[in-house]
């Protein structure tokens, strides 16, 4: 197949496009700063020259978007907004020009759209955030965010392409750069602690079962709109660093207050909803066609991540 990949120069992009490539597949990557011979300049807003790969394509996976790693500033916030929305609305418009079609169109979208809980589960027909008694006002932001994101594909003038908006939790993959990196350095360090007392819940989903996920949607034609990315087993901060640290041998985690991870985020240039929001997301629809996830528990995934780091970034 051919695969374009909007936006598929971080660290998600380079985990499917590794993947792709391995399994015999043609990757184009749609990026503002192109620097190889398979990436295309395109700048996720207007129409271009680049709009010709989507046609005779079979698959795009976008995956464009501002990084949330930042603070939630009013301005960083809306480009968040503006770089998801406008850059789903521009691939929807390609292909709608094409003249062959894509037969799929796998658009990024997040689990945050779910409500903070630390109740039930949420699959796909669970509760969307905003508004929730006793979290801050602007996590209603980032809800919205992932409501006009997937708004934007569904809208899109496409009748003869799938539509797939992926509700992924974080994928963690051994790469520099990527969350786990970020996670296991805390963890080497004794500072995977449990952060406000760590009862928020963790989903997560291993490198490979988001590929396998991916391949699995492409091939699956009776799947469209929202399907979580995330392992069935979800857990709260506390134990997912504790494995983590477990993983590494590293006995102690110094646990932080909710004003300590403030101000930690604060140094990091960070927002401290990606550590507080209670993120419970389990995989419905896969789990209901048949995936089989090759990790469903955290501890054999923390452990084979941590033997690729070892073993030297094994990808």
């Known amino acids: 197949m051919k695969i374009v990949i909007p936006g598929g120069s971080g660290h998600v992009g380079a985990v499917a496009e590794r993947a792709f490539t391995a399994a015999g597949h043609s990757v184009v990557v749609l990026s503002r700063n192109p620097r190889r011979a398979n990436e295309v300049r395109w700048d996720g807003r207007t129409l271009g020259a680049w709009a010709a790969e989507l046609d005779g ?13 930042c603070r939630y500033t009013p301005a960083n916030l809306r480009q968040m907004m503006d770089s998801r929305v406008l850059s789903t609305r521009v691939v929807g418009e390609a292909i ?34 905003g508004g929730e008694a006793g979290v801050p006002a ?10 006009n994101w997937e708004r934007e594909q569904a809208d899109a003038d496409a009748p ?8 992924s939790a974080m994928v963690m993959g051994p790469e520099r750069g990527g969350i786990f990196d970020y996670l296991a350095w805390l ?17 997560w989903i291993h490198d490979r079962d988001f590929t396998a996920a991916l391949e699995f949607l492409i091939t699956r034609t009776d799947l469209e709109g929202p399907v979580n990315l995330a392992a069935p087993n979800p857990l709260p901060q506390r134990a997912f660093m504790r494995t983590l640290r477990r993983a590494w041998g590293m006995p102690l985690g110094l646990p932080a207050t909710r004003a300590m991870a403030a101000i930690g985020a604060f140094a990091l240039r960070s927002d401290t909803e990606l550590l507080l929001k209670s993120r419970r997301v389990i995989p419905g629809r896969l789990s209901d066609a ?4 090759a990790y469903e528990d955290w501890d054999d995934a923390a452990r084979d991540l941590v033997r690729r780091v070892r073993a030297g970034r094994n990808l």
């Open 290 to 293: 048949g995936f089989r996830f």
């Open 138 to 147: 602007y996590w209603a932001y980032s809800v919205e965010i992932a409501k």
């Open 160 to 167: 003869d392409t799938r539509k797939v908006a992926l509700r």
């Open 96 to 129: 709608a020009r094409a003249e062959r079609p894509p037969r799929v169109w796998l658009q990024a979208s997040t689990a945050t759209i779910y409500a903070h809980t630390f109740g039930a589960a949420n699959d796909e027909g669970g509760v969307i955030g």
């Open 187 to 203: 963890a080497r360090l004794g500072l995977g602690g449990a952060v406000a007392g760590g009862g928020q819940y963790v989903s």
């Open 57 to 69: 394509c079979d698959v795009v996976l976008n995956l464009a978007g501002r990084s949330v790693s």
